[in-house]
T-cell receptor, first 110, second 114 residues
Framework: GEDVEQSLFLSVREGDSSVINCTYT??????LYWYKQEPGAGLQLLTY?????DMKQDQRLTVLLNKKDKHLSLRIADTQTGDSAIYFC??????????FGTGTSLTVIP | DAGVTQSPTHLIKTRGQQVTLRCSPI?????VSWYQQVLGQGPQFIFQ???????GRGNFPDRFSARQFPNYSSELNVNALLLGDSALYLC?????????????FGEGSRLTVL
């Protein structure tokens, strides 16, 4: 997905907040998604945001959407060691064809 | 309820061989999609099937083919394997083929081509 970009690495201390950023190019998506992938595993849906919203909160997760700048972010509050994983933003296009970013590898330091 | 199941979980092939990967969607889901995830990259869309018909195809060569069966399970076939086909192949299911549907992923089939 060269049309969906993310920074590759993020390292935070346990208990701090993590912010993972994503930029996308297609502005017609109804929803934008965040997925989590743990080592050797498939992708697990974390959360999503409807395109007419600018913020969605779901327990420790906050998603911010800036449609004008085509920028999406995922904030994880009180980051735990179990949050260490790769996080992908995903932009669904025609039908249900998802375009994924390259993924951000989050490392949580105890 | 069982999630998306894929088989085999791991396999090793040599260049030029052919491989078939299998996927069973979540019960009630009619759409199955296949993605290729090369190490260090995000998943790339290969195919989408809905009600046994191909609904979308990504930028992959004709060596890649797929089909969906009446029970909505699916197979991905790759012929004339190349070293670059080594990847995690992910299957995802969704209720329908619409653009707002959530994708549920299986654990993947890890293919190594030697």
């Amino acid at each position: 997905g060269e049309d969906v970009e993310q920074s590759l690495f993020l390292s935070v201390r346990e208990g701090d907040s993590s912010v993972i950023n994503c930029t996308y190019t297609d502005s017609s998506s109804t929803y934008l998604y965040w997925y989590k992938q743990e080592p050797g595993a498939g992708l697990q849906l974390l959360t999503y945001i409807f395109s007419n919203m600018d913020m969605k909160q779901d327990q420790r997760l906050t998603v911010l959407l800036n449609k004008k700048d085509k920028h999406l972010s995922l904030r994880i509050a009180d980051t735990q060691t179990g949050d260490s994983a790769i996080y992908f933003c995903a932009d669904p296009r025609t039908g249900n064809q998802f375009y994924f970013g390259t993924g951000t590898s989050l490392t949580v330091i105890p | 309820d069982a999630g998306v199941t894929q088989s085999p979980t791991h396999l090793i092939k040599t260049r030029g061989q052919q491989v078939t990967l299998r996927c069973s969607p979540i019960s009630g889901h009619k759409s199955v999609s296949w993605y290729q995830q090369v190490l260090g990259q995000g998943p790339q869309f290969i195919f989408q099937y809905y009600e046994k018909e191909e609904r979308g195809r990504g930028n992959f060569p004709d060596r890649f083919s797929a089909r969906q069966f009446p029970n909505y399970s699916s197979e991905l076939n790759v012929n004339a394997l190349l070293l670059g086909d080594s990847a995690l192949y992910l299957c995802a299911s969704s209720l329908d083929a619409g653009g707002a549907g959530e994708l549920f992923f299986g654990e993947g089939s890890r293919l190594t081509v030697l």
